[in-house]
Each structure stands twice: as structure tokens, then as C-alpha cells.
């Protein structure tokens, strides 16, 4: 773990700075660009990974943000639902053109919020959470409460029910 080099990773900081967060944005030699990745690189539980998956609503057309507990999996026909649409993969043009960012990389915020979106109830069973920040090798920690406070979120159930 060291302090961020990276340029998107330190204009993340920055933002992180500028909204008052005490985060403190950390890159690791090795990607996070997994839940299961970042979890090994920072010593924490899966379900501490949020997880900031962008989808592609049909027939709208519209980006669908859910944040996840990397311990889950979105089940895309429930949070479609919610929407009135069904939730179609997007590609790594799409989520670039929505969010700025590269697939891997993607914070929970610090773009244009998006027309819709979820936050995974599960993420506030923890007492802290670590998220992208900008880069498949930078992670940041928060508090639920904080990604709250920064995101125009539903807090719902996302998790496929286990088989």
C-alpha cells in the first residue's frame, strides 16, 4: 500500500478533499480491480468491497449505477424491475462515457449522478467500506453514511437469493 502516483487517482483524492472526506486514497502494485482482489490487497472482508457496476437499461437506454457489496451478486432482473426496464450489460465505451472512468476503476461517485441510482443494504452492515477511486489500482475508505451523503442512492436489495 502507498500513496497514490497515479494522476486520476490524485485528482480523485482531490475530490475527496474538496467534499470534506477524510479518506485517504491508497494504490497497491497489484490491481483491485476485483472485490476479491481488492479485499486480499487491503486485509478486509469481500462484502467491505463496494462494488460500483454500471448498466445499461433497455429500452431507455439510460446508465443504471447499483453499488454492491462485493460479496453479491446484482440480481439485474430485480433492480430492473425497479426501474420499469430490464438491465442490460454496458460496455467499457458506455461506462466511460457516463462515468469518466475505466471498468475496474470506477468510484461511487464524482460524476454526473446518473438517472438511477442503488445502493446495496448489505454495504451498511459494515462499519467501513472501500471503494474504486479512480483507477484498477486505488482504493479509498468510507463510511456507509458518507457514500450516502454523496450519492442520490435507493437503498435496496440487489443480491441474487442463493441456489
Do not use: I, Q
Given at each position: 500500500?502507498?500513496?497514490?502516483?497515479?494522476p486520476t487517482a490524485l485528482k480523485f483524492q482531490e475530490l475527496l478533499k474538496t467534499l470534506g472526506m477524510q479518506g485517504e486514497v491508497v494504490e497497491f502494485e497489484g490491481?483491485?480491480?476485483?472485490?476479491?482482489d481488492a479485499a486480499a490487497a487491503i486485509g478486509c472482508e469481500v462484502g467491505q468491497i463496494v462494488k460500483s457496476l454500471i448498466f445499461r437499461a433497455q429500452p431507455s437506454g439510460e446508465a443504471v449505477l447499483v453499488l454492491t457489496s462485493g460479496a453479491n451478486r446484482v440480481d439485474e432482473a430485480h433492480v430492473g424491475a425497479l426501474i420499469g426496464e430490464t438491465l442490460g450489460?454496458?460496455?467499457?465505451?458506455?461506462?466511460?462515457?457516463?462515468?469518466?472512468?475505466?471498468i475496474g476503476g470506477v468510484p461511487p461517485f464524482g460524476y454526473k449522478n446518473l438517472e438511477h441510482t442503488f445502493m446495496d443494504e448489505d454495504l451498511?452492515?459494515?462499519?467501513e467500506i472501500w471503494?474504486?477511486?479512480?483507477t484498477p489500482?486505488?482504493?479509498?475508505?468510507l463510511k456507509p453514511a458518507e457514500l450516502l451523503q454523496q450519492v442520490s442512492a435507493k437503498v435496496v436489495k440487489v443480491a441474487m437469493e442463493p441456489r
Open positions: 500500500m502507498r500513496t497514490p502516483s497515479n490491481t483491485t480491480r476485483t472485490a476479491a450489460k454496458a460496455d467499457a465505451e458506455f461506462v466511460r462515457a457516463h462515468t469518466g472512468y475505466a451498511l452492515k459494515y462499519e471503494a474504486a477511486a479512480g489500482n486505488a482504493v479509498f475508505p
